[in-house]
Each structure stands twice: as structure tokens, then as C-alpha cells.
């Protein structure tokens, strides 16, 4: 038996795509099992475009026209299509009353038939499944070409305490009834996210499953970025505890395998431990045996991950979007540097970014030689708009109508606004898209000026701490050559105050604070827990208290393209209005 | 038996308060069965604050008081509490494994004992209930004071074809086995957001399970806004057809009623049609009969409703995040001046409001003089700020650096854009809250400036679509005489072209417009159906084009009140990048 993984990217809804894919790749010489992505049918994430009709309409027909047409595409007896789709209940107004996540088979006496029911649903972070989909309550094996085959989709493979149920320990019961009590391999149809090392813990699991299940594994997963969430592809077939065949990551590809009976040999391992929550199957990234911890770097394998994954997800966003252009505001610091430098690597032809240098009355000459230096090492071009003047008519202004003296916070929030309005009219002249380059540091702690330095249609770099720009930031230099002048880097970061209620000069050192933070973010820790671990506890009450005051700024960011565990975007939900005792203070609770 | 209901509100994880509340309303005096609304311990909707170690230490301690304290505060023989609140199952981390909403009884033998789990959650629209909670499988009917009491959470009374179970038909067949087949009262502890019609619904509801167990009916819910979602309280007891005690609405109550033996009577009735969806549930607004459809027009008691839920969205709002100034832009039109005058209708001791109107080069003199008699009407202060020279600084600066023509339509988004400056820099010195002035039928098609016109902490009017806005402000100067000049209601609605890439001037005439997007908001309609319902399709083809192009401009928005079934906002989740040929096009497909 051949096994195709077929690793695709369609936009949502690309219907016409998805079907050109299937006509362009198959015909009656495609013989073997192929394997498609989790909703291949459909794309994923999809919230709530499931459930409106123009959606299941178009759904509908794309259905009837493959039922009609892929079986006489393939040789049924040959060729055996297992493809990830989603299958509606309706009511008589055409609306759904539930929905599927399942596998289609189409060949070996099936034209279009849904074999196989998605388990478990990841309601956690990013995903709502079970927000619109029904879960199914039976493991499936089919035969295919003589074997013996079991089936699963995406997140079936990763039971752990939280699930009331696990697949693959129903397939390992399923197993026992068969002939021999031999299953003869493992497939499973995924849509799994990116985030860091999480690539390196699916092929973990998967040789896990294999030795538990005694046969090999195969793995099809999607690639691509839909708006925030990007997918790295990555598919393989595993045996035991070697790698047969592995597809490319963040890219399309097609990977084949000739199924062999030699496999294995496989070991008797104890199940997984899944008494830990979700967050504790991937790694965070917090050194804990220090005191107070701190974040481990990341290796020059991590940032290369990082790198294409952000490459991706930019393009992704921009091509879905029909962008040809983009916009940036360059301001001589890191944050923007790298976000200039990592969008320009990723340019495709017939794209081309302007760069905005807007100096204020106060940004020093070396910025604007260090931003020249750096569009120069890019060969993108750099626009000088001083704001001084403009700035100076808005402060006139204020002070004809108003007496009050402006605060150098509403003065400098007045400058990034500033910025905002040149950068903005520039991409309404050209429909162009203005990335935001915002760190996730300055957005947990809420440095930043809402309608300011804020703005965007998307942010690169908004998933990782500032002590992780630097750390790509030098990935870069080290593999282009000083790309980035390397006194961007070595500079002190560039701190004008601009938070709101508070004086933020005294905020801790970003690599503190970047602990803490991921002490909030990724182990959910209370004050109390983070002193324990260290923490200063004046630091502690200080990040505590800006970031519970800034959800409202996060409330209106721009999409967040995802690399961690616990991004703030899609996944991160969290009220505004809340009592303000919960994080800090009430210390003297009766 | 004295059945209590207490209609209360507190902030969002406010356990002082929580605890407060209880200790200063019930003593050994307080006899009888008292019922607090669904989650009163912790407050809701609490998203992923329940997974936080914070939240989950500090309500543990609130518990532990609680359980300590009031046994001995009340008269154990003579008292039984049903309180709402959430139920922890942890790991040894501290964090959770399951979390239940559940119903703890004080008094009569319990110390702060779970006793019911809260079957249905829902899972549609701003909930996400399955995300958060684990189900319970049992239904419940206790003994309170020799009474039989079945007890239901919020949406358990709602069953329909989208559920799998029907905790209130579990009832009728638990109802059978009790002694002479009676069920003495059936209670509700709810936590059931506002939109307009739904407190009828609720009513109606509460009477046929009345009559479908043969016993009153006593329904508590919560009251007060968290961030865009309202909660209207209205808590009643119905028997049969009778609503023998109701609360007041849009604020806190605690209503009593003296248990009575004779009740009824109850007819046989069949159980309520559960073959729709949800949202057939609560009336859409569709006029259906006429062709095409139009929005059935608000009677005044909806608008009075409307009034007062905005008012309690937009105040609680201020108080949770401890707002005494609020910032608005009066441009002269109906939006924001119906928004200022809602605001300052709204006004608590203590807080004021500050109204900037910022005149354009092509704003007609008219315009002043409408938003100055408004101003005066209202008795607030209007700060007029011409920003005539700012702007052309602004295009000069431009024209210096760039050699292309300024489209009319970045002219106004850049005009846009310093006026929403000059109000934050206010904002920014005084720490006010900025209030966003725009409509649902303009968020809908994306005919707003992103960081202009569409900016503010909060979202007044942004749920009602513009028909609406006309019939709100005319209901209240029919309340008020007059208080909104009548001509800045009778004048043509101010449409400068504001949105990004398209012709808006012309879009539809409003009452058209709203009309197609309540199809395609609410009831989910295709193109295709729309056109069926007797649109225009040059119409319809433009509205969809505009509605599926803005997506990225609703995900930067503020949060909007919700008052209808269907607002933007948290309920309202759709990708921005997705195909293109969704909503339109694509005609000849294969």
C-alpha cells in the first residue's frame, strides 16, 4: 500500500481552490491511501462562517460536485481518499443543528461517505470546538487495501486528564478484538497550530502512539496562516522510534510512503502521564530552578522556527487580503527594526513596503542614522517626514482652547498618534497594510499609545517578549551577516514614558519582567506564587498592576501572529471591567 | 414558606463585596428560602479569569469564610440559602481539572454544600460556557421547609433541538415519582443577558413551565453591565398564567413572596416547538410579510428598555473601571448627538462630561449651531475647536514628502483621525473616558475610519442599527420634550465618504440597508436568499461587499453594548481572511 500525505493550504471558504487541488492531483493512476489535513474541505478555523448559509450553501455544492465527480476521477478499486471535512445536521430553514468534524472516504466502495467522527474537541486557548461542533463517541478502524487501519483527527491523539475520554486508548481495546490483535497503522488528519517546540512534541506523541498501538503512524497536518493562527505543516510517518518520512514545514508539499509489514520494533512503555493540564503537555519556557526564574533563550533552531513561522503568517495575511504593499514606521529602535528587517525577507515579487522616519522634538540624529543605515542594508527606501511642525500646531492648538498643561504622557501619546495619522494616510492613499510592531512585553504591561504606536493590520512581533526580539534580532545577524546594524541591538531600549496612569520609568528590567510575565501568562500564577518563586515584590505588584489595567488596549489590538503557547489575541480572554483587588492589594482580606 | 429573591450585581470577582452583601442582608431573623442569581459568589460572564490562580485562590478563601460564617449567621432550622457559584476540581498544580456552575445550599443541614450542577451551557453567541464548565448529567428536586423544590441555572430552561437533554422534561418525569406526583415550586437561578424582547420571552417561558409541572415558577437574575454584555434582572414569580411578583428592572431588587398552597390552575399544554435554532428562540426584527423586509419599527416601550439598558451598560461601565469624566465628539449629526444626550441623561453625582466639537473646512456653520442648542438643552458645556489649520498643517506636511494627490476619501480619514487626536489628548489628561459615537449599520459596512470616528473606550450606540438611532432619539424627545433640537433628527443623515474602497454614496437608503443586514446578521441569509426575499440585488451585492471587506475594521473596535440577539462584538467571531467569492461572486461556479 502507497500512502500519500497531501500537506495543502487553501484560504477559508476557497472552495474553487480546494476543489482544483483534488481534479489537479489525482486521476486514475493515483493509486494508495492519500491523506488530507483536518478540514481540508472547508479550512480552519472557521467560528462562526460554519453557521451561516452562504457558507453551507456553497459547502453543499462543493460536496455534490466531488461526490459526482471523485469517483470517476480515481480508480475506486486502486485509490482510497481519506479527506477531512465537516458534515451538517440542518433544520428546514437550512441552518444547522449540529455540525461535524469527520474524515470522508472516498474509493473502495465509497463515493463520498463520512467513516470517522472527531472525539475529542480543543475547547481551550484559540479553539472553540465544541462551540460548533457535536463530538463523536466511537473510535473507528477500517480496512483499506488489506490493512487494517485506525483513524483519527487532529487533537484525538492528545487525551489528557481534561478529556472524559481517550481515543487512542479506544483504539488500543479495538486493537485486541482484531486478527492477531494486530492493527496494521495509525492515521491522523490534523490542523494543529504552531507555536514553539510544539512540532517536536507531536513527533514525540506520535512515537509514543506507535509503540502503545504497535504499528506505524501517519500524520497529515495543514500549513498556513489564517489571520493570527498559523499552521507549520511539518507531516511525517512514524514508526517506533524512527522518522520514515518527513514533510516540510511552513510550506505546501506532498510526501509518499510504500507501507512495509517489517515495522517496528516497539517497546511496552507506560501511557503518558495526563494528570497536567493543558499548557503542561508544551513546554513553557521559564527556568525555574533559578532564583527568581527566568527564561530560557531560545536555541538558533527555535528562532529559525520563529522566523518562517512569522514569514508565513505575514504573507498569509497579506496575500488573502490582496496586499501588495505594506507600510512601516521605523523608528531607529529594535522592535521596528526587526519587524522592518523579517518583513522585507519575506517580500514576494511585486511587493514593496515604505518605510516612514518620523523624528519628534526629541528623537536623537543617531535613530535617524541608525534606521537610514538599516533600510539601506534592507535596499528599501526611507522617508524622512519630520513631525516637529505638525506636532507643534496640534500643541498650539490644545493650548489656544485648553489652560491645562499637558502632561509629557498626553504629550508623547499625542506624538505616536502623530505617527499614526502620516503612517495611515499613506496606506489609505495606496490600500497598502501597515504592520504593527508592538513586542509582547510592552502589550501585556500596556506601553504602548492606543491609536498610536499601537496601530496595524497585523502584528509580527506581538507573541514574543522583548527579550526575545533581541535574541531573533542577533539569530538574524548571525545568519545575514549583521543584517541589523548591530548598535540597533546593543542600544539601550528606546523608552520615551508612555503608559497611562503610571510611571513606568521604574518598571523592572525587561529580562524580570519578561519572567514574570510568562509567570502570569503561561503558569497563571497569582502574586503570592510569583514572590514565592523569587520575585522582587515590588516588581511583582508593579507588572501586576499595569497589566490588569491595560486589557482595554488589548481589547482593540490588531491580530497577533501566534508563536507561543499563551499569545495575547483570539485566545486570551479576559473582561475589562472586574474588581481591581483581584491581582494586587486586598491583602488584609477578612 | 417566605421565598426571598435577591436581584443583585457586583463587580466581576468583587469577593468583599459578595461577602458583604450577604453579611448585611441576612441575619437568625432571615427566615424562609432565599435564591441569589446563577454565579453570584464570583460574578459573570469571568471568560479565563476561572483559570487564573488569583481568581482561584481568592474565591477559595471567600468559600472558606462562608463556610465558616454563615451557618452561624443565619437560623439553620428556619433559613436555606441557594446561592450560585462555581465548583472547583483541581490538580496539584492548583489549577483546574473541571469547573461546575452549581447551586450551594446554606442552612437546613448545609454548610455551603453543592447540591445542583447546571446541565444546559451554552455554548451560541457571547457564551462559551462548555469552554469554561463541565455539565452536569442529573437533574434536582430538593426539600426545603417540607416543600419539593426543583431547581434549574439560567439556560436549563431552555432546552431545544440544539440540546441533548431537557433538564426541565427530566423534571416532569422526576415530578412522576414524587408523592402524588407534585412538585411544590420550581426555581431558576439565572444569569440572562439583556436584548431587547427577551424579558417577555423569559416570561413567557417561566409560565409554560408552570404549567407544564404544575407549580410556580421563581426566577433570579443577575443585573448590572459587564463590559458589553447587560444583564436586566426582572425577577418574578409566575404561577400559571400569573405573574404573581416581579422586580424592578435595570437595577438591584430583592423581591419577597409568601409561599401559598393554592396555585394554578395549569392547563395541559404541549411543550414549546424546540425545532428552531436559538435565535428563532428571540424574535428577530423582520418584518417578512412585505417585500422586500423591513425592520418592524420600535415600539416605545422597546425604546425605553433600549434607554435604560444603555444607560446601566454605559454607567457600570464608568464605575467598574472608576470613571468620573467622560470625553464625546459632537459633530451636529443624529449619532453623536443622541449618544450625549443618552450620556448626559445617564449622569451620576460627581461625574461630568466634556463635549469637543471640531470643525472642518466643509462643516456648515448649521452643524455648530445644532450641537451649541444641543449643548444647551442638555446644560453641558460645548468646547468648539476649529481644526481647520491643524488639518492643512497636516496636508502640507504630506505634500512636502509625497507628490501624489490626497483621495477625498484619505482627506477625510485624515480629518477623521485629528479629530479622534484632539480627544484622546483630553482623555489622556484627565484620565476620562472617550465614548464611541457610531451605529451598527455603519460597523456593519465598514463606513467608519479606523482610529478616527470609529475610537472609544466603549461602544453606546454600536448595536443599534441607524433606522434605530432615529427611533430612540424621537422617542425621547417625545419622553422629554424636545430635548434633542428636532432638526438634527429631521435633517439628511451627515454622510461624507468615509469608508476605504468603495463608492459609499451608493449604498442603499438606511431603512433598506438595515433591512438587508438584519438578514444577514440574523437570520444568516445568502445572497441568494435575500435577493428570493425581494432585494435589489445591485443592493444586496453591495451591502455584502462592504459588510465582508470591513471584518478587519470590527476587530479593532471597542465594546459595543449589546442590546439586540445579534451585535458585533464578543458574540460575533469571523475570520478576516477567507475567500473572497464567499458572499458574492462566484456565480458560475462549476
Chains 1, 2 share one sequence.
Not at 226 to 254: M, N, P, W
Not at 430 to 455: C, H
Not at 491 to 515: C, F, G, M, N, R
Not at 550 to 572: D, N, T
Request: aromatic share 10%.
Amino acid at each position: 500500500m502507497h500512502v500519500f500525505i497531501h500537506q495543502t493550504h487553501h484560504s477559508i471558504a476557497d472552495f474553487k481552490g480546494i476543489e482544483e487541488y483534488l481534479y489537479s492531483n489525482l486521476n486514475k493512476e493515483s493509486h494508495g491511501l492519500h491523506i488530507f489535513p483536518e478540514l481540508f474541505l472547508t479550512g480552519y478555523p472557521l467560528q462562526d462562517l460554519c453557521l451561516q448559509k452562504p457558507f453551507i450553501d456553497k459547502y453543499h455544492r462543493l460536496l455534490e460536485r466531488l461526490t459526482s465527480k471523485l469517483p470517476k476521477l480515481i480508480d475506486q478499486e486502486k485509490c482510497c481518499l481519506l479527506i477531512g471535512g465537516i458534515k451538517y445536521n440542518l433544520n428546514e430553514r437550512s441552518l444547522p443543528i449540529s455540525i461535524q468534524n469527520v474524515v470522508y472516504q472516498v474509493g473502495l466502495g465509497k463515493k463520498l461517505d463520512d467513516i470517522y467522527t472527531k472525539q475529542l474537541l480543543p475547547n481551550y486557548d484559540i479553539f472553540d470546538e465544541k462551540k460548533y461542533f457535536k463530538r463523536g463517541t466511537d473510535s473507528f478502524i477500517g480496512e483499506f487495501f488489506g490493512k487494517k487501519v485506525g483513524i483519527l483527527i487532529c487533537e484525538d491523539m492528545w487525551a489528557s486528564s481534561f478529556h472524559e475520554w481517550d481515543p487512542v486508548h479506544d483504539l488500543m481495546e479495538k486493537k485486541k478484538k482484531l486478527p492477531k490483535g494486530k492493527l496494521d497503522l495509525t492515521v491522523n488528519l490534523s490542523g494543529s497550530p504552531f507555536h514553539i517546540n510544539k512540532h517536536q512534541k507531536r513527533v514525540n506523541r506520535a512515537k509514543e502512539i506507535s509503540h502503545l498501538l504497535n504499528c506505524p503512524f501517519a500524520y497529515s497536518n495543514r500549513v498556513g496562516a489564517e489571520d493570527e493562527v498559523i499552521f507549520d505543516g511539518g507531516s511525517f510517518v512514524i514508526d517506533g522510534d524512527k522518522v520514515l518520512v518527513e514533510a516540510k514545514r511552513f510550506t505546501t508539499d506532498l510526501i509518499q510512503w510504500e507501507y512495509s509489514s517489517e515495522n517496528g520494533p516497539y517497546t511496552e512503555i507506560k501511557k503518558q502521564d495526563t494528570s497536567q493540564t493543558w499548557e503542561g503537555l508544551f513546554n513553557s519556557r521559564l527556568e525555574l530552578s533559578t532564583t527568581p526564574p527566568t527564561l530560557e533563550p531560545l536555541s538558533d533552531d527555535q528562532c529559525m522556527e520563529i522566523l518562517q513561522a512569522l514569514t508565513l503568517g505575514i504573507q498569509d495575511y497579506a496575500q488573502k487580503n490582496q496586499i501588495k504593499k505594506f507600510s512601516i514606521a521605523l523608528s531607529g529602535g529594535i522592535d521596528s527594526s526587526l519587524a522592518l528587517t523579517i518583513l522585507v525577507l519575506s517580500l514576494k515579487e511585486k511587493q514593496d513596503v515604505e518605510v516612514l522616519f518620523m523624528p519628534g522634538q526629541k528623537t536623537p540624529q543617531k535613530h535617524y542614522e541608525l534606521a537610514k543605515q538599516l533600510c539601506s542594508n534592507l535596499k528599501v527606501p526611507m522617508v524622512n517626514i519630520p513631525i516637529k511642525f505638525l506636532n507643534s500646531t496640534a500643541l498650539n492648538l490644545y493650548n489656544q482652547h485648553f489652560s491645562d498643561r499637558l502632561s509629557e504622557y498626553s504629550e508623547n501619546s499625542l506624538q505616536a498618534r502623530l505617527r499614526s495619522l502620516v503612517l495611515y494616510t499613506r496606506t489609505n492613499q495606496f490600500n497598502s497594510m501597515a504592520l504593527n510592531t508592538s513586542n509582547k512585553s510592552e502589550i501585556a504591561i500596556g506601553y504602548s499609545t492606543i491609536y498610536g504606536d499601537s496601530v496595524g493590520s497585523i502584528s509580527l512581533l506581538g507573541d514574543l517578549y522583548k527579550t526575545e526580539i533581541y535574541e531573533v534580532a542577533k539569530f538574524i545577524n548571525k545568519k545575514f551577516n549583521d543584517l541589523i546594524p548591530p548598535e540597533i541591538i546593543s542600544q539601550e531600549p528606546i523608552s520615551v514614558q508612555k503608559s497611562s496612569t503610571v510611571d513606568t520609568k521604574s518598571i523592572p528590567h525587561y529580562k524580570i519582567l519578561d519572567a514574570i510575565l510568562e509567570g502570569i501568562l503561561n503558569y497563571r500564577y497569582s502574586e503570592e506564587d510569583l514572590i514565592n518563586k523569587g520575585f522582587n515584590q515590588e516588581d511583582v505588584e508593579k507588572v501586576l498592576n499595569l497589566y490588569q489595567n491595560s486589557e482595554y488596549k488589548r481589547g482593540q489590538f490588531c491580530p497577533i501572529l501566534k508563536v507561543s503557547v499563551k499569545s495575547f489575541g483570539f485566545g486570551y480572554r479576559i473582561p475589562i471591567s472586574k474588581s481591581k483587588q483581584l491581582y494586587t492589594g486586598d491583602k488584609n482580606e477578612p
